[in-house]
């Protein structure tokens, strides 16, 4: 497996870790839409101890329909979400996909929120559906 190492659109942010991703997956809600002006979120769950983060980090916190919050990771040069911290997964950083190096080994396992999906997106692959959060 590729190293999880990436960086922001200025390059003024870079990060890597050395663990396995704990798991990666596609989030359809409407919060990963509107940050990431797109139709969906592809996402790995790193272990926050493992990573190692350069440069400065901008954070939003916004609340979860669960009800609990998260804290969205942001560079404040050029906006791009590098990370989330959900309070639901407490140790883990949600990094976005989209600013890896190297996304060649990317296999979404899982897509969530898919009640909130784009009528149009079908996505391909061998991958578990849930309508809102797994369990
Ligand atoms: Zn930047």
């Keep these: 497996m590729a190293a999880i190492k990436g960086h922001c659109a200025c390059g003024k942010v870079s990060y890597e870790s050395s663990a396995e991703p704990a798991f990666t997956g596609v989030c359809h809600c409407k919060d990963c839409q509107r940050h990431s002006g797109s139709a969906f979120n592809v996402v790995i769950g790193v272990p926050t101890a493992t990573l190692t983060v350069s440069g400065e980090l901008k954070s ?3 609340t979860a329909d669960s009800g609990k919050q998260s804290v969205r990771k ?3 040069n050029c906006g791009s ?3 989330s911290e959900p309070e ?3 140790g883990v950083s949600i990094v976005r996909v989209g600013t890896l ?3 060649s080994w990317i296999k979404p396992g899982m897509q969530i929120y898919c009640e909130a ?3 149009w997106v079908s996505l391909g692959g061998d991958m578990q559906s849930f309508p809102k959060m797994p369990g």
């Design 60 to 62: 939003y916190v916004s």
């Design 74 to 76: 942001f560079c404040p």
């Design 81 to 83: 979400t590098i990370l």
């Design 88 to 90: 639901a997964f407490a």
């Design 101 to 103: 190096d190297d996304t």
């Design 117 to 119: 999906a784009q009528p």
